[in-house]
């Protein structure tokens, strides 16, 4: 068993539009060790979708290049043909609770049969009462009551529904679970409650998680880890204990300042400007027509540096720190 | 004991100062049939609030999804009618309003509604969006109306102008549609704010941007603006005072600081406790979150809405009668039975 769970090297998704192509997913790499939590954050439309979708190669039609190296437990699944992939790898080993989850329910379907379907399909020698015992196993991980495993999706209330779809992704036992905004359409306590579920979840099973969110709030409740995407690139990654307070990153850095807290008063600023449009993007630094940092060398693309405590961070300001070479 | 001096100053206050908007006893149902013909019940969506604002303040209402926010947003508007209670807006009784009275008091309250995306017309551009309803409020004048479209323009940041006029929404980032939808609002220079989850569907960094912008509009013209959110994190750098909902109720009214530094019902509490500031140490701990769910509010539980979710409960009060507003200090006020030995009722 590697300590390293996954490892995505040089990761690239391209959308073909009539524009031109949509990069939205730009040579990605990063680590994750098994049994921690990376939280993925960055403003809408920076491609964190679109990263979950590479990673789980659940793909729309219009792709123009998929590419780079996903490297679990030590295999480029990558490699893999789609007919193998979808056998030992999606909904088996990488399980996701996609955005909006709660609404993507079949509404026809009684829950039990929505969640004891992909698992009977996964594991060929498990008959239904086996199929059913686990099941309810993962609705008492979860908190749901077993009796609700019988009823619609429709007489579940948001919370619910949003628990019933994370046992459907647990149900299968996978190494990693992505969350996409898990909680973000849930109410205050609902979403408390769902990060106790998760937390509980990831202490007994030692599940590795990679939560999408843009509540750095909330991701703080899970996250062992944090990358920060912007237009399309990761550009930075560190421990979440120094990310709160010491993030590298202009653009991180600026992300903290606009997050209002509850507990301490703080002076908020906001970013100004927008993020640059995915299809052709600037050929330098992506953040640089926003940051108050941008010097010269900024018009040529960043590479990403090493600094203490493991952190990496693509931006300039770092040139004296190690340069990262990725495979 | 009443205190004396206290209900002296208030007099006093309340004579210099009328408030914007009064509502007493405020209710509003929605009637459920069966079958189009029998009467199922009543959705108790708003159930008796009291409450004033005064010109110049900005109140932050906060609760949990269906506790009736929207709807106290919506029979403030106008747009439903009152089951019980009233509603006085300078003093006057919006129930005697003439259909004249009426249209003079929309214009005079603007709206923000709750989703961006689908409050702004697809079809119409922005030049369209903001003419139309200086149109319907007879601004007849031509050159009046594109002198007012480019100043509130101006105002919202939706610079330069000439590039947004021709402009369709989806071409519009969703913090530029936001500041699209807070012009309309602004258009007919209201005297007043709703604002229903204004900020919800933003990015934190353009969150930030629209609240100081509604902030700098307050400030400006001496709005009252009423919002509304579930994000108890951006009200500190935003109100006055701050109201929190607990099944179709107001169970709390405190000026902004004392309720920050001293949530008096369990479900601000509780509500205080759910929201995670960023920060390492909270990998370590589990959070504490009441059991069970929000009330129904065709049957809501007697006594304490709360009462079923409460740890604090005092058994055979709490689930059986009413609890009334205690005031503590001079700001603030809360609808639970813990307060009957210290407030005043
Ligand atoms: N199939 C597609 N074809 C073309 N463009 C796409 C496609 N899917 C996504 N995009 C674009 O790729 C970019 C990244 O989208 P993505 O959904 O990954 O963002 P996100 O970070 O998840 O945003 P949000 O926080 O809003 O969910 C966006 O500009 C989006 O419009
Ligand atoms: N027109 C209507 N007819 C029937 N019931 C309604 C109507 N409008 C609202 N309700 C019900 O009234 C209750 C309060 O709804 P409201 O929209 O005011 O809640 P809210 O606090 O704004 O919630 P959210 O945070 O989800 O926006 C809910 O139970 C809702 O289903
Ligand atoms: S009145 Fe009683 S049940 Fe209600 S919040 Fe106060 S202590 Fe809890
Ligand atoms: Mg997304
Ligand atoms: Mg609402």
Redesign the pocket.
């Known amino acids: 068993m590697n300590k390293m769970l996954l490892e995505v090297n040089n990761l690239k998704l391209y959308f073909r539009t009539k524009k031109g192509p949509v990069q939205a997913v730009d040579d990605v790499s990063f680590k994750l060790e098994r049994g921690k939590t990376l939280a993925v954050v960055g403003e809408s439309g920076c491609g964190k979708t679109s990263l979950s979708k590479a990673i789980l190669r659940l793909l729309p039609r219009n792709i123009m290049e998929y590419s780079g190296e996903i490297i679990l437990d030590g295999e480029d699944i990558m490699k893999y043909p789609e007919d193998r992939f979808r056998r030992e790898i999606r909904w088996k080993k990488i399980a996701m609770v996609p955005q909006a989850a709660m609404n993507s329910l079949n509404p026809v379907l009684r829950i039990l049969d929505q969640i004891i379907e992909p698992l009977l399909i996964h594991n060929r020698d498990m008959n239904r009462d086996q199929g059913l015992a686990r099941v309810k196993e993962m609705f008492r991980i979860v908190g749901l009551p077993e009796d609700f495993l019988y009823r619609y999706p429709f007489e579940l209330s948001g919370g619910m529904r949003q628990r019933a779809t994370i046992a459907m992704a647990l149900v299968t036992n996978p190494e990693l679970v992505i969350l996409d905004e898990p909680s973000s359409a849930l109410d205050l306590l609902t979403q408390a409650n769902l990060m106790n579920v998760l937390k509980r979840i990831k202490h007994e099973f030692g599940t590795t998680f990679i939560l999408i969110t843009h509540d750095i709030g909330t991701a703080s409740e899970l996250a062992d880890e944090i990358a920060v995407m912007y237009a399309g690139e990761m550009v930075e990654k560190c421990h979440a204990e120094y990310f709160y307070t010491d993030a590298r990153h202009p653009y991180s850095r600026k992300l903290m300042s606009s997050v209002p807290t509850l507990r301490e008063d703080k002076e908020l600023v906001f970013i100004p400007g927008q993020p640059p449009s995915l299809i052709n993007p600037p050929t330098g630094c992506r953040f640089a027509e926003r940051c108050d940092k941008r010097f010269a060398k900024c018009s040529e693309h960043p590479p990403t540096f090493d600094l203490e405590h493991d952190q990496q961070v693509q931006c300039w300001l770092y040139t004296d720190r190690e340069e990262v070479k990725h495979a | 004991m009443p205190d004396l001096a206290v209900d002296m100053r208030e007099t006093l206050q309340n004579a210099e100062r009328v408030p914007v908007l009064k509502a007493v006893d405020l209710h509003t149902w ?1 009637e ?1 049939r069966k079958f189009g013909f029998f009467k199922a019940g009543d ?1 108790r ?1 708003l159930d008796g609030v009291d409450f004033e604002l005064y010109q110049g303040e900005t109140v932050s209402i906060v ?10 947003a919506r029979t403030i508007l106008g747009l439903h009618r009152p089951t019980k209670g009233k509603l006085f807006f300078n003093g006057k009784d919006m129930a005697e309003f003439t259909k004249e009275d009426m249209k003079a008091y929309r214009a005079s309250v603007g709206y923000i509604q ?1 989703d961006p995306y689908g409050a702004l017309p697809p079809f119409m551009t922005v030049k369209k969006i903001l003419e139309e309803p200086l149109l319907i409020n007879g601004v007849t004048d031509k050159n009046e109306r594109q002198k007012r479209i480019q100043s509130v323009l101006e105002e919202v940041k939706l610079s330069p102008i000439e590039d947004f006029l021709p402009k369709f929404p989806h071409m519009l980032s969703g913090g530029q549609q936001q500041r699209l939808v807070i012009a309309r609002a602004m258009i007919l220079q209201p005297k007043m704010l709703v604002a229903d ?1 204004p900020v919800s569907m933003l990015d934190a960094s353009v969150r930030v941007e629209i609240l100081q912008l509604l902030r700098s509009l307050q400030e400006k013209h001496n709005l009252v603006i009423i919002y509304i959110t ?1 994000d108890l994190s951006t009200v500190r750098y935003f109100s006055e005072r701050i109201f929190t ?1 607990y099944g ?1 109720r107001i169970v709390e009214k405190a000026a902004t600081a004392s309720l920050l530094a001293n949530p008096l019902h369990p479900y601000t509490q509780a509500l205080f406790k759910a929201t995670s500031d960023p920060d390492a140490a909270n990998l370590k701990t589990f959070k504490e979150v009441p059991t069970g769910e929000p009330p129904s ?1 065709m049957n809501p539980p007697k006594g304490c809405r709360f009462h079923p979710r409460c740890a604090k409960i005092i058994k055979g009060k709490c689930d059986r009668f009413e609890p009334p507003e205690f005031h503590i200090g001079d700001d603030q006020s809360v609808f639970c039975w813990l307060y009957e030995d210290q407030g005043k009722q």
């Open positions: 929605f459920i959705v969506a609760g949990e999804s269906g506790c009736g926010k929207s709807t106290l709750q989850e579930h909902m179709a509010l």
